[in-house]
């Protein structure tokens, strides 16, 4: 799938860089940068370096998105969520091999039961992706034991058809993504 990685994302990047250069300016209007930048658990248990559009305020803490407040969403960051354009970035980690566009998406170094859920189910053997089952079927992070659950079913059932299955539905709009708490 490698392959298909390098080449969906780099084509991607290309065609999409008008549009994520308008984001990144609007983004950068609103919050000073045009991009944020996050640590990440990765294959191995490595730690990587996540792009994504900022969608939160500055102050905002350091926790998973089930668990921030709303008040800390910027008005740019609502509308980029609800449309899941905030992942766009993420083609580029993509394109350098710290993911992929199918997998386990990535969690932070301070989710400790998802890092051993996964841990006891092999899931760090796998590049995490911008998308996957679990995102297309509505499991956030808030769930780990579940998420991780469906992390396994995923990685071992991985072919190209369940590949771009989980592109063309995450496309299309399937799955609400992670959940702010109201």
């Known amino acids: ?10 084509f991607g ?4 860089l008008p549009l994520i250069s308008l984001i ?12 944020y930048f996050q640590t990440r658990v990765g294959r191995n248990k490595k730690n990587f370096i996540l792009i994504k559009f900022p969608t939160m ?5 350091l926790v998973a998105t089930h668990l921030i407040d709303p008040v800390f969403i ?3 960051g609502k509308i980029i969520r609800r449309i899941k354009l905030d992942e766009l970035p993420q083609l580029f980690n993509v394109l350098i091999g710290e993911m992929s566009l199918v997998g386990p998406r990535p969690c932070l170094p301070n989710q400790k039961i998802l890092i051993s859920e996964r841990e006891k189910r092999g899931i760090f053997n796998y590049l995490p992706g911008i998308t996957g089952i679990a995102q297309i079927n509505n499991i956030d992070m808030s769930d780990p ?3 991780a659950y469906y992390d396994e079913i995923m990685v071992n059932n991985l072919n190209i ?5 989980c592109i063309i539905l ?9 959940k702010v708490r109201a």
């Open 170 to 178: 995450t496309i299309l709009g399937k799955g609400i993504g992670d």
């Open 74 to 76: 910027t008005k740019t």
């Open 161 to 165: 058809k369940n590949y771009f299955r």
């Open 1 to 10: 799938m490698r392959i298909l990685d390098i080449i969906i994302s780099f």
């Open 24 to 35: 990144g300016l609007i983004c950068y209007l609103e919050t000073g940068s045009a991009f």
């Open 145 to 147: 034991v579940r998420l």
């Open 57 to 61: 305020k500055k102050e905002a803490p």
């Open 13 to 16: 990047l290309l065609l999409l």
